[in-house]
């Protein structure tokens, strides 16, 4: 049970990097330029990946042609990905806007704003 946990974990970090990897060299659609995935969740059978991705521009129009242009590249980064990773059937992909980043961001301010208020 523990080897298996140890697996997904392994698979979920080379699927980060590469899809990170593939959306940097491989993808030139101008929609998923700024897009950085952030994290992955592989299914305990291996068969389904969420990949969780955020976008610097805080713009809901830029997230929308971000979304747009990662679901239209999901087959391409599949089949990428596929070819890098070893494994006896590639999961299938959804792409899921990771708002950790910007709730974070959101707390910061308000930390800073309670310590100027002081």
Known sequence: MA?????VGRLEQEIQREVND??????????VEGVTVTGVE??????????FYSV???????????KAGLEAATGLIRR???SRIRIYKT?????????SVA???????LIRKLQQDK
């Not at 610097?56 to 971000?66: G, H, R, T, V, W």
């Open 56 to 66: 610097m521009s805080e713009l809901a129009s830029d997230n929308q042609k971000a």
């Open 80 to 82: 990428e990905l596929g």
């Open 22 to 31: 593939i959306l940097l060299k491989r993808i030139r659609d101008p929609r």
């Open 3 to 7: 080897q298996s946990n140890f697996r």
């Open 103 to 109: 709730y974070g961001n959101k707390i910061d301010d």
């Open 42 to 51: 592989v299914t305990g059978d291996l068969q389904q990946a969420k990949i």
């Open 91 to 99: 999961p299938e992909l959804s792409f899921v806007k990771d708002d």
